[in-house]
């Protein structure tokens, strides 16, 4: 059934939109724009900023565009006297409670209220300053989160989109009045709460009130430490995205340009989280394969399928907290990020003749779990850290700025070797079901000896933004060795954002999911909207950086894991065959219980 | 001007001839239609403050096309000062209980709550005592509806029917966006009728009595009577049933102790009228509406400890979600403290005043959109006052 339309004047301009529309967005179509704070286009509107509010014709009260219905002949003024004062006032009592220390915020330059204040020039310290010294002690609890009382302005964005999009609820209002905040269960730091450190939170809020915690100096020194060898790995969504953060438009593949900055910045090898992405896919699968096998042919019991990656640190603490009696379902795999950490101070400073306790490991993420993870107890097994600084994009592109490195005029480099060479498979991994994707090319052609049905090894049907997705693929004309899969049905799920993993965990938890294999990513989107990425983020945006994703795919000579011939190569150089003794020292790992507050 | 004061007794009289259940069987032998027609015609306005036409509101959610309806009864009078809706639920729980079903007998709602403030919880036993019978007597009448209590978490502000159904869903207790109206989305999301104790009770009053009678008292804007909780500088400090529409000078010659300096009409809320103006202020929709308290200051108060204490209070019931409210009202207490002590000029009252101008329309809901009132009836009348 169709919308009808209906009939306004904004400014004296006539518009009609389809019922049911905001104000704020049909004055978009029209190109007049109301500054919105507590808005987003991720999350359900809460109209509770009131920088938003309009004059409607006969009306009492202002109305908040973001939250107010058009309704037919409605007559809206958007920068009527009484407008903007309102919005004057508003913006000046939002500074009153702000501790508005510019110069020192991570977020200056990339602020939604100083953007504001600037737009309207407040300045003038009309009214007092009510900002408690107390909310001034900012909680560095966390290695991945800061969280900041004295820069935040009660939009609820972040409790939003951790309730709503991320079903963790690490964040709530508490109190009323002039002690209303943001807090954690009983106000306990943010490393002690079910916090998973996906950084959703940071990406929409609108201050700097909540940032990821920065180790930005800490790399510079280990650079200028000429004692010591600092290896740099990136991840396959950064590639996407950093651009944005550099002044470009969002979908922008800058891959050999983001090589050649980091050698500029003076980074001694760069290498690329791709190789260990591919790694993944080949330990993973056999993983799988040896699951369904101990499942179908020895009836083996206590195999517990369906099997879940874990390559997204957000995700494995969401489990940790809320199923862990669901841990046994994820792969032992660890993430390619830590893979690469443990096998770059064993494996690679070995081959380059450097000590492992002389390398330092350093991570672009476009996550602010993977700091999280970097610090986990189990991920030591090279005998130190195995990834000593996790950097998000963000901190890359300020990193970028602060060596006066003019992007635009960068030459494409290409990645150090070994560890450097990867697949498309690899580069999908960025996006939600990339995982799954490759792990599916992969696995499919070790059964059969053919390519996976897809037309160009596209498996579209877990690709896009749909919460969950599901695919089932039928398994034919094995090899003699997996006959124990022949005629058998595939069944994969895919979800990102943890709203949509628990979908996917509670029918799992209830015995009624029939899938065999499942890939979730803890941000929406997964890696290419991760916690880390440029901000903003929006559904448009997201799906920008996937394309990019899949072109770049398109674009590599080598689109499958285990045709990674640097790959091979470290198996038959280091750890002999996939899910070796050896491998299982150095790239797997087991996952532990945690509270749920 | 000159009508003279009246006290009537509608809601606490219980003659001979009363019998709730006979109003209540009374009202389902007519047919849904007359009853919200007869409403609409008695001029009965809610009884909250808002003064939205009850009739309307009822026929609005009438009309809504829903399987489930809800009707409320907001008894989360947490106005300071004001106690009538305790002493109505204590007094004649009845008159309540009829005014509901025949709400729900009209709009087709199956269920109704009694949101009750939790200060109130000493008389939940009562209550329900009552309504286990009063339901049993619904269902003998063939009834579909059911009367039960929700007990409020104790915050000011979910008075307001939106944080009121938030607060009864479970959710923090933060006052909605609107529109959807409650007509058209309240509990549940569901068509619902949220009116508070005393027009319930006048609801079941004008089925007793007929509209004429209800039509005989108050003026053109503000038919009938109502009740008020007296407090302050009186002697006679209570509860009392009076008729809409008379002068304040009157109210005060009856019910002050003759040193009277202000009259705070409406609660903290509501405005604080001198002693100049009383002659000339109607209590009633057309002059001031009031939720139903009055607070009598003789001359031995202060009256910038009166507002500060008024700041106070909303400066921590504010729920604190909109910009305008939860700032505004720190800005406003902690400004009239900066002038008092000299830190701010005394013009700086003039630049608050602005401030409650902006509260006014921009605040997301009645709390932050009335704090002007007390604000500037007492800047304005009591200047000196505050600044010396
Ligand atoms: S949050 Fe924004 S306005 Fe506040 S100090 Fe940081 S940059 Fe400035
Ligand atoms: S980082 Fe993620 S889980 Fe933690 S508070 Fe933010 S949104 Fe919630
Ligand atoms: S922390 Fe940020 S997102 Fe959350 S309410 Fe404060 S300003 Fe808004
Ligand atoms: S006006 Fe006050 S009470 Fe009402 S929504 Fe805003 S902050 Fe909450």
Not at chain 1, 352 to 379: H, L, W, Y
Request: proline share 4%; with cysteine; hydrophobic share 35%.
């Amino acid at each position: 059934m169709s919308k009808y339309l209906v009939n306004l004047k904004i400014n004296n301009t006539p518009v009609s939109v389809e019922e049911g529309t905001t104000i704020l967005q049909a004055a978009r179509q029209i190109n007049f724009r109301i500054p919105t704070l507590c808005d987003h286009p991720d999350l359900n509107v809460a109209g509770n900023c009131r920088v938003c509010v309009v004059e409607v014709k006969g009306g009492r009260l202002l109305a908040a565009a973001c939250a107010t219905p058009v309704s037919e002949g409605m007559e809206v003024f958007t920068n009527s006297e009484k407008v903007r004062t309102s919005r004057k006032h508003i913006i000046e009592l939002l500074l009153s409670e702000h501790n508005a220390d510019c110069t020192k915020c991570f977020k200056n330059g990339h602020c939604e209220l100083q953007d504001l204040s600037s737009e309207y020039r407040v300045g003038d310290h009309v009214f007092l300053d009510l900002v408690k010294p107390k909310d001034k002690i900012q909680d560095i609890s966390s290695p991945s989160i800061v969280k900041d009382d004295s820069k935040c302005v009660r939009c609820q964005r972040c409790v939003r989109t951790c309730t709503d999009l991320q079903a963790v609820s690490a964040l709530a209002v508490i109190n009323k009045g002039d002690h209303q905040k943001i807090s954690t269960f009983m106000g306990k730091p943010m490393h002690d709460v079910v916090c998973t450190n996906c950084g959703q939170c940071i990406n929409r809020c609108p201050t700097g009130a909540l940032t990821e915690r920065n180790y930005i100096e800490e790399v510079w020194d280990a650079i200028y430490n000429p004692n010591k060898f600092v290896v740099v790995e990136t991840a396959p969504a950064v590639r996407v995205a950093l651009a944005e953060d550099l002044g470009f438009d969002p979908g922008l593949r800058v891959t050999g340009k983001l090589v050649s900055a980091l050698k500029k910045i003076g980074f001694n090898k760069v290498l690329d989280t791709d190789f260990t992405a591919d790694l993944t896919i080949i330990e993973e699968g056999t993983e799988l394969l040896t699951r369904l096998k101990r499942a179908l042919v020895d009836k083996d019991e206590k195999v517990v399928l369906p099997m879940m990656t874990s390559c997204s640190p957000g995700w494995i603490k969401f489990q940790e907290h809320m199923f862990p009696g669901l841990l046994g379902n994820l792969s032992s795999c660890k993430s390619p990020q830590q893979m690469f950490g443990a096998l770059a101070k064993t494996y690679y400073a070995d081959k380059i003749n450097i000590k492992a306790q002389d390398m330092i490991v350093v991570s672009i993420m476009p996550c602010t779990a993977k700091k999280f993870e970097a610090g986990r107890p189990e991920m030591r097994d090279s005998g130190y850290q195995d990834v000593d600084f996790v950097l998000t994009t963000r901190e890359l592109a300020m990193m970028i700025k602060q060596a006066g490195i003019d992007f635009e005029k960068l030459e494409d480099e290409h990645y150090d070797s070994v560890l450097g060479e990867s697949t498309g498979a690899a580069v999908i991994f960025g996006a939600t079901g990339g995982v799954m994707e490759a792990a599916l090319r992969t696995a499919y052609e070790i059964v059969t000896g053919r390519e996976v049905p897809f037309t160009n090894l596209n498996i579209n049907p877990v690709r896009g933004m749909e919460g969950v997705k599901e695919a089932s693929i039928k398994i034919k004309n094995v090899k003699p060795e997996w006959s124990f899969l022949e005629g058998v049905d595939l069944n994969v799920a895919v979800a990102h954002g943890l709203a949509n993993a628990k979908i996917l965990m509670e029918k799992v938890h209830a015995g009624e999911s029939n899938y065999h294999f499942i890939e979730i990513m803890g941000c929406p989107g997964g890696c290419l909207g991760g916690g880390g990425q440029p901000i903003p983020t929006t559904p448009e945006i997201r799906k920008k950086r996937a394309e990019a994703i899949y072109s770049e795919d398109e674009a590599m000579v080598l689109r499958k894991s285990h045709e990674n011939p640097e790959v091979n190569g470290l198996y038959k150089e280091f750890l002999g065959e996939a899910n070796s003794h050896k491998a299982h020292d150095l790239l797997h790992t087991h996952y532990k219980p945690r509270k749920r507050y | 001007m000159d009508k003279p004061i009246k006290k009537v007794d509608i809601i606490f009289e219980i003659g001979d001839d009363y019998n709730a259940l006979d109003v209540l069987d009374k009202a389902l032998a007519r047919p849904a239609d007359d009853i919200v027609l007869d409403l609409i015609d008695s001029g009965l306005k809610g009884r909250g403050g808002a003064g939205f036409l009850t009739g309307l509101k009822w026929k609005f959610t009438k009309n809504e096309d829903s399987d489930i309806k809800y009707v409320i009864c907001n008894a989360d009078e947490g106005e300071p000062g004001t106690f009538k809706d305790r002493e109505i639920l204590d007094r004649v729980p009845e008159k309540v209980f009829v005014g509901m079903a025949i709400c729900g007998y009209v709009i087709g709602a199956r269920e109704g709550y009694i949101y009750l403030r939790g200060e109130y919880n000493f008389l939940v036993k009562n209550l329900l005592n009552k309504l286990e019978t009063f339901n049993k007597q619904l269902k003998e009448r063939n009834l579909d509806f059911v009367i039960g209590i929700r007990s409020g978490s104790g915050a000011y502000v979910c008075g307001e029917e939106s944080a009121l159904f938030e607060s009864m869903e479970g959710h923090r207790g933060e006052p909605r966006n609107k529109p959807p109206y409650p007509t058209v989305a309240g509990y549940n999301k569901k068509p619902t009728v949220i009116n508070n104790v005393e027009t319930l009770v006048y609801v079941a009053m004008i089925t007793r009595l007929g509209v004429n009678r209800f039509k005989e008292l108050g003026t053109k804007d503000s038919r009938g009577s109502k009740v008020f909780s007296v407090s302050g500088d009186t002697p006679i400090p209570g509860i009392y049933e009076l008729e809409l529409g008379m002068p304040l000078s009157q109210f005060v010659d009856e019910f002050a102790d003759g040193d009277a300096k202000a009259v705070q009409v409406g609660g903290a809320s509501g405005s604080c009228v001198p002693r100049k103006k009383f002659g000339d202020t109607i209590i009633g929709f057309e002059g001031i509406p009031t939720g139903g308290s009055m607070m009598i200051f003789n001359s031995s108060r202060s009256m910038y400890n009166v507002l500060h204490d008024y700041l106070e209070f909303f400066t921590e019931e504010s729920c604190g979600q909109c910009t305008p409210c939860r700032v505004g009202c720190q800005q406003l207490l902690k400004g009239i403290e900066a002038v008092k002590r000299g830190e701010k000029p005394p013009a700086y009252l003039d630049e608050l005043k602005k401030l409650t101008a902006t509260m006014r329309i921009a605040a997301k809901c009645g709390l932050g959109q009335s704090v002007g009132n007390p604000f500037n009836s007492i800047i304005d009348n009591f200047r000196e006052e505050i600044i010396y």
